[in-house]
């Protein structure tokens, strides 16, 4: 009994000693996501000299905050509680040392010890955090996942709940390295807003009431290789799991990407050998040069209809691959073997396969705005989209009224009353196409007011291309050829330069601007070449080897090679070099096309210049085979001279099918006695 009360008497001492500091009752229950208050407070505080307060976690001693030397030391917090846990200061002075925590998430869960210190004397009470018995834990894949590109893969994503499957209010599957909503599920319904994940994203219903939201992913690209999160609201509560997705490897797809450009690559360069191996045989050297200009191309089309199968966007394969099914009508307009043709398939070819492909690419290339501008459509008002869908109308009747008249050149069955009709319907649709592909850029990615600036533009265009140049200035005025063109390339060049500014100002928010700047450019810069035809008569080009060869060879070289490039490049890294591939592809097209129309405006000043060149050439030969001739001695070598003489002559001619560099006076000649005469009256009308 004794001993006992000694233990008593020892009790009561410490605890009058002691610094008593009173705390909550029992647990604290908080849903996450709120705030609350941990109590801690002495019954008097008769001084605040050397008064230390701190919060800390009993399980890790992890410091939550700390009152010294009379201020907060917020600094001395750990990084986690950092603007979520503070002190009410004004009530300290009165003993009151609770503590406010913020934002409250599930890592919060567990005991806080509040110990006072003032003076000699210190206490301490414990407070624990307990959230709410519902409590929402969304757990993924702990592990990378990898797969092969064009493959279907699952990302995983399931809430351990008891929550309804009706309190679900929302799910979002988000690619956070690049900030892109993936998937939208609300209301009991799925929406992906992003493009490059329409119709390739969706969840399994007949999981989701079972707390199952894991997202199924078709035909994975290399671009899809980074961090997905999904993040679950459920009854006032909200918790995410993240997923990676990484080590994407080649896919049969790529591989066969890989093998077509090689194949049209390695087709161009054997064939390129072969032609000009100075193959006596014409026919031969014929067929070589038509198997140029279309298994190469055809090759290409095949990759980028790959490409945008596996990697590429809507807008980026749809050009590419418009452009590389288009390209053989330019080559064929400007081969050197262009009078081995005959008869209506030769007056087409040199008069109007050019014109085809501007038309029918900017059929596709208004296809394709239209749809961007479709996507886009919400965001526009009811007028807005009015004139969208008009303005597309418009344009698409002209390019099939243009096209029709091109079916009915080629085929040459429709009277001459029909000609004539779809003739000027042509003429006046080449004239208003430009100015309604302005406007319709500027609905779509610009202003509604910014189209009306083609208003101010608009009477320059068409005197640039309804001029008749060659009857005015030259006829009536007496201009000479260089006075005539000079004046047409200023003027030409001034007014793309402003489209072009225009069109990059319409461009400047668009991630993309700089693959649909390359288009515009490339389209109205055949536009021009068109026009410069219509303006001056001149359907024939000056035809030099090394342009062609740059053309059909050079071109699908630099982009089979761009292509491969960049397929290895996202393999790997998941980023490609440029980004889209229309940069490339249209770049270099770009500057074929300006090479032609360089050539065909010089022309007054380059054809003198080579007819004399090659006259000089000609002479020399004559001059060897005379001296040849009359160092023969035996009639073996008379013999073998006449020959080689009659082979000389079977050719058609051995400058064009040697590819020789010089411009082919000759061949221009025929070209022009035999269509030009049958397309001046064309222009004629096209131009009145």
């Known amino acids: 009994m004794r001993g006992s009360s000694c233990v008593l008497m020892s009790v009561l001492l410490m605890i009058a000693d002691g610094l008593i500091v009173k705390g909550p009752s029992g647990p604290l229950v908080a849903p996450l996501g709120s705030s609350v208050v941990l109590p801690c407070s002495v019954d008097e505080l008769l001084s605040v000299k050397d008064l230390e307060v701190e919060w800390r976690r009993t399980d890790s001693e992890t410091l939550v905050h700390l009152y010294q030397d009379g201020e907060s030391r917020t600094e001395s917090q750990q990084q986690d509680y950092q603007d979520r846990a503070h002190f009410f200061t004004d009530q300290i002075q009165h003993g009151n040392f609770s503590l406010r925590l913020d934002d409250l998430r599930a890592e919060d869960e567990g005991q806080y010890k509040c110990k006072v210190y003032i003076q000699q004397e210190s206490g301490e009470t414990v407070v624990q955090i307990k959230f709410n018995a519902e409590r929402l834990l969304v757990s993924g894949s702990d592990q990378y996942i990898s797969a092969s590109v064009g493959e279907d893969v699952t990302l995983s994503c399931s809430v351990d709940s008891h929550i309804p499957p009706g309190d679900f209010e929302e799910v979002t599957w988000t690619k956070t390295d690049e900030d892109i909503q993936v998937l939208l599920y609300q209301d009991n319904e799925t929406h992906s807003s992003n493009e490059r994940y329409i119709d390739r994203v969706e969840l399994f219903p007949a999981e989701i009431h079972k707390g199952n939201f894991s997202l199924r992913l078709k035909s994975v690209r290399t671009e899809d290789k980074g961090v997905y999160m999904c993040k679950v609201f459920a009854g006032g509560l909200s918790a995410n799991t993240t997923v990676v997705l990484e080590r994407l490897g080649f896919s049969v797809v790529h591989i066969m990407m890989l093998i077509l450009c090689i194949s049209a690559s390695g087709s161009a360069l054997l064939l390129f050998c072969l032609i000009y191996c100075r193959s006596n045989n014409t026919d031969t050297v014929f067929r070589l040069q038509m198997f140029l200009v279309f298994c190469p191309n055809v090759l290409m ?49 040199q008069n109007y396969s050019y014109e085809a492909e501007y038309i029918v690419f900017s059929a596709v290339f208004y296809s394709v705005l239209f749809k961007s501008a479709l996507d886009k459509s919400l965001n526009y008002a009811g007028f807005e989209g009015v004139m969208i869908i008009a303005l597309f109308v418009i344009v698409i009747l002209f390019t099939l009224l243009y096209i029709i008249f091109l079916l009915l050149r080629f085929t040459g069955k429709a009277s001459q009353r029909m000609m004539t009709i779809f003739r000027v319907l042509a003429g ?3 004239d208003v196409l430009p100015s309604l592909q302005f406007i319709l850029i500027f609905y779509s990615f610009g202003s509604i007011r910014g189209g009306f600036i083609i208003v101010a533009v608009l009477p320059v265009f068409t005197t640039v291309t309804r001029y008749n140049w060659n009857a005015v200035c ?99 890294n998941g980023e490609g070099a440029m980004g889209d591939m229309r940069i490339s592809v249209f770049s270099s097209e770009l500057l074929f096309t300006l090479i032609l129309m360089i050539l065909m405006v010089f022309e007054p000043w380059i054809t003198p210049c080579l007819q004399s060149c090659t006259k000089a050439m000609k002479s020399c030969r004559a001059a060897d085979a005379g001296s040849h001739n009359q160092e023969s001695q035996n009639a073996t070598a008379d013999s073998a001279t006449g020959s080689n003489q009659n082979q000389n002559q079977n050719q058609n001619p051995a400058e064009s099918h040697e590819m020789n560099p010089l411009l082919n006076t000759q061949n221009q000649e025929n070209s022009r006695s035999d269509g030009t005469e049958e397309a001046q009256p064309d222009s004629v009308v096209s131009q009145s």
């Open 301 to 349: 089309f095949l990759a980028f209809v790959l490409w945008g199968v596996s990697e590429g966007s809507l807008f980026e394969w749809v050009s590419c691959c418009a452009l590389y099914f288009l390209r053989p009508f330019m080559l064929l307009w400007t081969a050197p073997y262009i009078n081995n043709f005959t008869g209506n398939i030769k007056t087409w070819v």
């Open 474 to 572: 030259g006829q009536r005025m007496g201009c000479s050829p260089a006075l005539m063109r000079s004046v047409w390339l200023i003027l030409m060049m001034l007014i793309n330069a402003v489209l072009v500014y225009f069109y990059i100002t319409a461009l400047e928010n668009e991630k993309d601007r700089v693959g649909w700047v390359c288009v515009i450019v490339f389209l109205q810069t055949l536009w021009a070449l068109v026009n410069f035809t219509w303006s001056f008569q001149s359907w024939d080009p000056p035809r030099f080897a090394a342009v062609y060869v740059f053309g059909s060879v050079g071109v699908v070289l630099l982009n089979s090679v761009a292509l491969m490039i960049e397929l290895i490049l996202k393999t790997v």
């Open 428 to 430: 006046i649709s080449f």
